[in-house]
């Protein structure tokens, strides 16, 4: 059980390049969530997908673009890379728990990217 | 307000001491709270759930206070492997579901 992967490790742009980042889970996870972690800022949560076929946007979706085609993936795609995106970016899953109407997760997070956009 | 707010420290302690962190968030419809831990470098973790009775597991002591809006962290007999930060998550929504929101994390170094 590997739980959850990321793919590459680490990765060097220039500004204007494209790239895609590869997230995989073998939980059978329902949600998987893109997150970008950077000084002083904690974790922001880019774009997440509550099923197969959906995505929504987080608190910092401008400039990455997401797909969900298969369950166990999760693609964070960057279009047209800046400077501004150099972080570290952690993709997650979890599975959601219900008590009346009310709903938690626990999310699982693979080990990160770390992005250089020169 | 931020909607999670928590001191980030560093909390330079010995081994053995006991330490608190507290953590307060805005949205007081909030129904679940958590406590992650995050090794430098690393992927941030589940260390605890936090009840409204309060738990405990081994060391860790997890409390909520609903009136004040805040939650607390406490680590007895502090271990070298205790050196990390540790991010409050909750969930701010009172119903449905809700993405978890991330506090930026309070670093705790145990030194010998």
């Known amino acids: 059980n590997a739980g959850v992967t990321q793919t590459p490790k680490f990765r060097v742009l220039k500004t204007g390049q494209s790239m895609t980042l590869l997230c995989a889970q073998d939980m059978n996870h329902e949600y998987m969530y893109w997150y970008r972690q950077d000084p002083g800022m904690g974790l922001r949560l880019i774009h997440y997908s509550v099923g197969e076929g959906t995505t929504a946007k987080g608190e910092v979706p401008d400039g990455y673009n997401v797909s969900r085609l298969k369950k166990q993936n999760f693609l964070l795609g960057l279009e047209s890379a800046a400077p501004s995106q150099t972080s570290v970016y952690f993709c997650?899953?979890?599975?959601?728990?219900?008590?009346?109407?009310?709903?938690?997760?626990?999310?699982?997070f693979g080990p990160g990217t770390r992005l250089l956009v020169l | 307000r931020k909607e999670v707010e928590q001191d980030p420290g560093p909390f330079n302690v010995p081994e053995g001491a006991t330490v608190a962190f507290n953590c307060t968030y805005s949205?007081?419809?909030?129904?679940?709270f958590f406590w992650y831990r995050q090794d430098c470098r690393k992927e941030p973790k589940l260390l605890m759930s936090v009840y409204s009775s309060g738990n405990e597991d081994g060391r860790f002591t997890a409390q909520l206070n609903r009136a004040s809006q805040y939650i607390s962290l406490l680590i007895r007999d502090s271990k070298l492997s205790d050196s990390a930060t540790y991010l409050c998550?909750?969930?701010?929504?009172?119903?449905?579901?809700?993405?978890?929101?991330f506090g930026k994390g309070t670093m705790l170094l145990v030194s010998p």
């Open positions: 998550v909750v969930t701010p929504m009172n119903s449905g579901y809700s993405t978890l929101t």
């Open positions: 949205n007081s419809a909030s129904q679940s």
């Open positions: 997650a899953s979890s599975y959601p728990e219900e008590s009346g109407r009310f709903v938690w997760e626990t999310q699982y």
